[in-house]
């Protein structure tokens, strides 16, 4: 499936670009890798931030929030919690 996470991960197991096409396939991948990387820490900008500092990426400002695109599907999503923004 283009446009997957499985789009960004070789047959090596290395980071690859080779089957991102265009934008829209580039968009659809960074969602899932945003998505995977929001459950595994719990969208929590410290936990996020501490994984970020042993590689010298920057550093987020707020936490992670569910992605609109994930409603239904999202275990931790709870709509009471949700403001409209």
């Known amino acids: 499936m283009a446009g997957s ?3 960004i ?9 080779e089957d991102i096409n265009n934008l829209e396939d580039a968009e659809q991948a ?3 890798c ?3 990387i929001r459950l595994l820490t719990g969208g929590n900008k410290d936990v ?3 994984y970020c ?9 707020t936490n992670m929030k569910a992605s609109k695109l994930g409603k239904g599907i999202d275990p ?4 009471r919690t949700e ?3």
């Open 5 to 7: 996470l499985n789009s």
């Open 9 to 17: 991960i070789g047959d090596d197991g290395h980071f690859t670009m």
């Open 30 to 32: 960074l969602h899932q």
């Open 34 to 36: 945003f998505e995977i």
């Open 48 to 50: 996020v931030n501490r």
């Open 53 to 61: 500092s042993l590689r010298e990426f920057q550093r987020i400002n």
């Open 76 to 79: 931790w999503y709870d709509e």
């Open 83 to 85: 403001k409209e923004e």
